[in-house]
């Protein structure tokens, strides 16, 4: 920030120079031509790519409506030090030019700290406010996710907020977002935790309306008729192709997923959609068999016939790499599709000890931890999605339309979020570890309801806010 505003400052005493040299003809240009600069390149990466990705339409009516008033004062207080040459004209043009300048600057700060704050890197403060909403004012979490009715003792790690490093993340506005998404849709894309991320939204617009029961079996969808409001979600394990036909050496009870080939069910439905909230991952850990081409080329737990050795050159990261450029791009290329797609980036977790079913366990973290621990999975995921995100972008062109919403980094801290071993009402369950340490079942994967989930969908509303509400800025006024 502060190589932008020194070069800001520079300009300044550049033009303060010219207005004492009386340059006036010269000082227009180098006014106008500081201003475009400004609101042509935004000197803020962040910025750059808004301006260079889309036409900003807050922008194209300052340039409409603001610089022709400066033209107009500049030339007419011109004209009056012309003709009279007197210090009063010449103070009102400096004073002019300055209060234009003046506003310039501020409108520069409002829009920069709009485009210009990074939301994913940051820490956990705590939040005396506590959570959106809880397990009593909300009538649809899934039981797993229900920690205090399944009898978790604690409830701190209810009441945490992300803080980005650069700004605030505004606490989650219900009527806000039901006025932004009047008359849209947004669906949620991809496997459980996408359904978990669904439902709180869902628990947070309803502590202000209660919404209709749409949906079906295949989609889940749910409108709030006050605003004509869509909640949907479909199910996509993998994003991509996938079934259960027997090839060589994989029988039926082996998904085959087409890593070249998109999932055909949600692409169907999409052009219906005008937000999608697209994630995937944690499937990829599952049994399974990798095909480009209608060839095999890898598999996840599965032991191939001699035959196949030589082709098993795909691990389930690769996979994971491949089906998520596949999906981008297919989305990116549907012609009757102009929503804005918003891709999550893998929900990590938080199994110590071992994995989901090897005695992997989160029992007892009352608190986000202090750093990062580091998890090679999780890693190798991350950057495989975010390689393939911008992979995309690259190939189709579609950045404007795309938002990587990168959660991993601020999340991996959150282990005490997840239910543990209160993942069922069972009054006789085993929240305890046993003889010999091995602790009970447990769920580290999902999120507890309320609880950090809910910032995701304060970071779905924080982005759609920047592109639906920007329309509405107010522009500057000169003041005369």
């Known amino acids: ?56 339409r807050s922008l194209l009516r300052l340039l409409q409506n603001w610089t022709p008033g400066i033209i107009y004062q500049m030339t007419k207080n011109d004209d009056e030090s012309s003709s009279s040459h007197s210090s009063a004209a010449r103070m009102r043009m400096v004073t002019t030019i300055m209060r234009a300048w003046r506003t310039m600057m501020n409108f520069y700060s409002d829009i920069s ?105 295949l989609m889940h969808r749910w409108t709030f008729p006050s605003t004509s409001t869509t909640i949907a979600r479909i199910w996509s394990s993998w994003l991509v192709h996938h079934t259960n036909d027997p090839i060589e050496g994989a029988g039926a009870d082996v998904d085959k997923l087409h890593l070249d080939m998109p999932d055909e ?70 012609p009757n599709y102009a929503g804005l797609t918003i891709v999550r980036t893998y929900s990590p977790d938080h199994y110590e000890g071992g994995e989901w079913n090897t005695g992997g366990s989160c029992t007892g973290k009352s608190k986000p ?49 997840h239910p543990g071993p209160y993942r069922s009402p069972d009054p006789n369950k085993i929240t305890k570890r046993g003889r010999g340490g091995r602790p009970p079942s447990q769920d580290c994967l999902h999120w507890c309801m309320p609880g950090p989930v809910d910032t995701w969908n304060e970071l779905v509303l924080e982005i759609i806010r920047r592109e639906f509400d920007h329309a509405n800025d107010p522009i500057p006024q000169l003041q005369h």
């Open 369 to 417: 931890a202090q750093r990062v621990v580091e998890n090679g999975f999780t890693n190798g995921m991350h950057q495989r999605q975010v390689a393939s995100f911008w992979n995309s972008m690259q190939k189709t062109g579609a950045a404007a339309r795309f938002r990587l919403m990168d959660i991993t980094e601020g999340f991996g801290l959150r282990h005490d979020g």
């Open 113 to 217: 700290s709009k485009c210009d704050c990074d939301l994913y890197h940051g820490r956990w403060v705590h939040d005396p406010d506590g959570p959106l909403y809880t397990n009593k004012t909300c009538p649809i979490i899934t039981q797993m996710q229900n920690c205090q009715g399944n009898g978790r003792p604690d409830r701190d790690y209810e009441n945490w907020r992300w803080k980005p490093d650069q700004c605030d993340l505004p606490r989650f506005d219900p009527r806000k977002f039901l006025q932004l998404m009047q008359g849209k849709t947004l669906a949620f894309i991809g496997d459980s935790v996408a359904r978990n991320q669904m439902e709180s939204l869902l628990c947070i617009l309803w502590q202000v309306e209660t919404p209709k029961n749409r949906g079906n079996r």
């Open 1 to 56: 920030m502060s190589i932008w505003w020194a070069f800001i400052v520079r300009q300044y005493k550049i033009l303060s120079i010219l207005l004492y040299l009386r340059f006036i003809k010269t000082t227009k240009i180098i006014i106008l031509g500081m201003g475009m600069r400004i609101f042509l390149l935004y000197p803020h990466p962040a910025c750059q790519k808004r301006i260079l990705m889309r036409k900003d």
């Open 265 to 334: 069910f949600f692409m169907e439905h999409i052009p219906k959609f005008d937000v999608i909230v697209l994630s995937s991952g944690h499937w990829f850990a599952k049994k399974s068999v990798y095909l480009l081409n209608s060839t095999v080329i890898g598999g996840q737990l599965w032991n191939p016939p001699t035959s196949m050795e030589q082709s098993m050159k795909v691990n389930h990261m690769e996979a994971y790499r491949i089906s998520v450029e596949t999906a981008l791009t297919a989305i990116a290329r549907q």
